[in-house]
């Protein structure tokens, strides 16, 4: 087998490797975003919890089904140890927050109806590990690395060839 064949093999194993390992470490970091709908009377809340740790991004968002006027929904943070954090007043049709975590531990976002009228809430909380975003990183990196990869082992492909056919 000639370099550019090696090379060549090499660049295809990088760059499908590197597509494989980012697909799944987005498909894990996909697997959270899983929403849900409630219906809340005037009075009542809902609990969603997500375990975290220090340095994870939680994001939340929350989107009131049917809005009309008077709709109101309070959505805040309650961190491991009982604080609160990120209060929220929905007036309109949703809400979407990102929180950086500065604790491990269960994170509850609770949304309560402060309105007038029961409301349908379509609601999800998700979070993405730094490790998730460094595979990712790393599984697009080798790809790159495979396509260039690939090029240098095309390139030395059609310079082998020349070498050993003969010039009429």
Sequence with gaps: MSRGAWVLLIGIVLLVGGIVLAAFSILGFMGGFVPSVDTLGPGQYLNS??????????????????YSEGDQLEVFLLLPGGDQTGLAVVTSADLTRTYETTRAGDHVVVIRNTGTEEVSVLHFASSIAVSVAVWISIGGLLAIVGFIVVIVGIVFLVIDRKKTRPYP
């Design 49 to 66: 919890t997500v375990e975290l740790e220090v340095g994870d991004v939680l994001t939340y968002v929350v989107s009131i089904e049917g």
